[in-house]
């Protein structure tokens, strides 16, 4: 579904926010990494209402954008090419592109290994690069989900119906109403405690689906350093 795009005025800031109507009960706000206002919101929810609910949020709008603001740009775009350095779990590796007939993708002393009988090929170093991230996406984030679940008193009252690993624009992750994980695939390059934050900012989602006092009360109990562990992985990762 289309995006809806509207604004407000607060003081001297207008504040420009996206709606994305969904079967939902209540409306949520949600600054991006990039310092996008997104608001989820019912679907016969009426403008007036999103309108007041943004007004009465918009201190703390604009303070999460200015947090976010700090970090752009973010880091361009790779081309893929033999000597770049690419992130993952946090480290930086040089890719080393080698003439091989069997397509891999490996670490080895530093370096991300793609091996490709088309090395001079961008694209195709590109998509093996991807398909070995993703995997080790849904591998790392397995093995991550088990352990933060253990930092909850009742672990299984915690444990999402499911894991889906996806290309996201903007945000790191969301828990669906239905209680899946959904983490983005760029996470994998992030380090191993930044991955433990979103995962565990997205578990207590499923006891409390806002972002309201309740939600941060649990949040600080079951990970007391998590704004710390935010700052570094947006600072990491920008």
Wanted: charged letters at 30%.
């Amino acid at each position: 579904m289309k995006a809806e795009r509207h604004s407000v005025q607060y003081g001297e800031h207008r504040i420009v926010f996206s709606i994305l109507r969904r079967e939902r009960a209540t409306l949520e706000i949600a600054v991006e990494p990039d310092a996008s206002v997104v608001l989820a919101a019912p679907q016969d929810a009426p403008l007036v209402a999103i309108e007041d609910k943004v007004r009465k949020r918009a201190a703390w709008i604009l303070r999460q954008q200015r947090y976010f603001i700090q970090f752009l740009p973010r880091t361009p775009d790779r081309q893929y090419v033999a000597g770049e350095t690419h992130l993952y779990l946090g480290r930086q590796y040089r890719l080393k592109v080698v003439p091989h007939v069997q397509a891999t993708v490996k670490l080895v002393r530093g370096f991300i290994v793609v091996q490709t009988h088309r090395p001079e090929m961008t694209e195709v170093t590109r998509e093996l690069m991807e398909v070995w991230y993703r995997e080790r996406a849904h591998t790392k984030f397995g093995e991550r989900l088990e352990v933060n679940l253990l930092r909850f008193p009742a672990p299984e009252d915690f444990r999402p119906r499911g894991l889906v690993v996806r290309q996201l624009r903007q945000r790191w992750g969301s828990m669906s109403p239905g209680c899946r994980l959904l983490l983005n695939r760029r996470l994998i390059q992030a380090p191993l405690h930044a991955i433990d934050y979103v995962i565990t900012h997205e578990l207590c989602h499923i006891a409390v689906p806002h972002h309201g006092p309740e939600f941060f009360e649990l949040l600080s109990r079951v990970l007391p350093d998590w704004r710390e562990r935010k700052q570094k992985l947006e600072a990491r990762m920008a």
